[in-house]
């Protein structure tokens, strides 16, 4: 139950669940099963690229308003999608990666973490729901793991979790560099600022995270 | 504190071996060790300040604060960004201060009162200034920016302004848009490039982080995978040539392709290898960076260097228009090259990290000094990079702080290589690089935060909105003083104190370095006038550091007062004697090279004497 604390801000979830508040613990003594939800995972909706959000209120933007029901999606999609990001980070540890791995982990989950909560403001102040960190559980977004995947994660130990890891995490990565793209494509969204800046963020760090997790794989040992 | 946090420190300490993840592409990467560093002091004055918009707890040192200047009505919202201040551009007695919404000019005459000449609002993301004579150039990135400066977003996209607007400032009461040029990706930051000899042009190096927009928007733009395309948009830096008497005649006459050949940043020392193909055979897209955060040049020694995202990179610019890039290095630990400072010498680079973009409280305990600080480079005689420590604030600053390295600027003590710092909310920061592997921080100017922690001590009242976003954005020195670019405050104006670490004769020394105008991320070299300030700055620095015996330095000093007190041949006279002393002193101290530089100062004061 670590890291809901430095998640920030916690509000219905996606599927309607009541989040529960945690004592604050540092990632590194986060468990994997640290989310809201603290069981399985469960209903995953597999590859689906759609932004369907069950439970979610339906997106209403007052007239004359900069922001879009692209961006609100794009937010609400990105909490759920940076929510599994952190709940594998949390794996790392007890599966026995490598310290480089162990450290882009920690750096993951820190980062993300922050910025969920960043969206859970945004969010607030443009009266939308807010997804908790558990909604990853419940909302599908590209590039996010099946069920079938994050079971085999859960298995990996050593090296093999570090390779696995790693082919996760750039997937999952080149999923949020999609929602980027298709939210700047939409018509009018990315318009407001703090959206623009943030999802531009999003594209620099984790192109970078990408090239860098590129490399990783090629020098683990066959 | 950090050194004893359970859990992130001691991973981190025992991966000593693995810091070779921090890399160069052109070296082996030597890393100092992590024990040199600055850590957060769990009595650091900075810690727990009381928070407030306008009467925050306070902790200063070595810097005493001169005035503030309070937003306009206009800028004064706190939500979000929208209305934040941004950078600082500077000429003669006017501060040009950019803001999300549009810019203010200051009249800093009396630094206790600034006094605004003129303020215009401009919706124009980030808002990021240069001024070069009359001309102020302004920074549009974001997607609602439309050319009439409007409210209410983009709805027409032959309505919208990415780019860099020309502004007229000839009558700072009354500024006067010349020109919106548009580029393809936006301007989220830009730099002034010059080529010594040509008084008649100026560039403009543009940084946008966004992607292309759609040629249907802008013709001639393109989103392409192909770096070394020509055609592509992304994989370069748009170059806008101005021709300062006709800037209506402003145009991109090319892209600085600084990027072609780099791949995914290297994980460890070696060149960027191409991706390797998968198991199907796909190979992968290049993941190397496609634009630059933020590049500062150095027009006198022709170079520049970009912070580029995953990489910072070396360029020559000797000719603006076909840059080439010398290096490239990546270190893995920095999520975003934001801003590179140089050493007046040119043989430093102080490289920022933005790690959380800035909106982020990335300056608490938990948060480990290799992410959103400051790393040291060094270039070779060979023009490559050598990567050193980290510096990061060492107070442990709160959740409710945005905070992470950010803009900043040479202080000009000669000798010494000092910059000053905006840490967005973690204050204004004073530290010595002067060796890249054991910087030293040697003053503060810091505010509690603008928001109040939550009642119950977690973030659970959605209604409380994302925390302000305040702080320094930037902090510079220009002609004396230090002026901050607070985000939600307005604008602070600071001059330094005496302390040990910094003397009244280093302060006074860099006093004598005046610009007509400073643009910060267009470094001009420090030059210092014959003076006896100067003279002192290096026996001082002698004296701190032990560089030459007691004895010594204090005949010396004695002779200084003494010849100071006298007047024309007496003085050259006394002072040619003492260089001619001091030349013998080189062979035995300690730093014969410091002591050398001393002596040819007291030359130059000689023969200044009239």
Redo the contacts between chains.
Sequence with gaps: MGWLLAAGILVGGCAGQSATPSPAATPASATPQSDASGSAPMAMAGMDHGHQMPGMAPITIPPGALITEADVHFMQGMIAHHAQAIYMTRMAESAGASPRVLKLASKIDLSQAGEIRLMQGWLGDYKQSVPDTSSWRTMSMPGMLTVEQLSRLAEARGANFDRLFLTFMIQHHEGALSMVDDLFAAPRAGQEIDISVFANDVHTTQTAEIGLMHQMLEDIPE | MRST????LP??R??AP?LT?VASVAFTPLVASLDAQTMPSPTDPRNNLKFGLNNAGEAIEGMRLLGTAPKPPAFDSM????FVNSDMAFKGNYVYQGN?SGFSIWDVSNPAAPKMVSQVPCVT??GDPSIIGNLLFISA????NRNDCGK????DPADHMAGVRIYDVSNPAAPRLVKNVQTCKGS?THTVVSKPSDKTNIYIYVSG???ARPETELAGCKSGDDPADESNSLFRLDVIKVPIARPQDASVVTGARIFTGL??????GGRP?A??PDASGNV?AP????NC?DVTSYPELGLLAGAC??YGILVDVSNPEKPRRLDAIAD??F??WHTAVFSNDGKMVVFTDE???G????CQS???LE?GGNTMLTIGPDKKFKQHAYFKIPSAQSAQENCVSHNGSLIPVPGRNIMVQGWYQGGVDIFDFTNPDKPVELGYFDRGPVDGPPADG??????????TIAGSWGAYWFNGRIYSSEMARGMDILELVPTAQLSANEIAAAKLVMYDEFNPQSQPRVTWPAAFPVVRSYLDQLVRDGGLATARTTSIATALDAAEGQTGSARRTALTNLAAQVDKDVAGAKDGAKVRTMAAAIRDLANATR
């Design positions: 946090r359970p859990g992130f991973v981190l025992q991966l693995a993840l939500s979000g960004l929208t999300f993301s980030q990135e974001g997607g609602g209410g977003g983009v709805t989220h982080s966004q992607g791949g995914p940043a290297p994980a460890r290898r991706g390797r992968p993941t190397g960076p496609r955060h995202g995953s893995t630990m999520s975003l790690w959380g973009g909106t982020s409280p990335n938990m948060h480990p992410m977690r973030m659970a009242d959605a209604s409380r909105g994302r925390g």
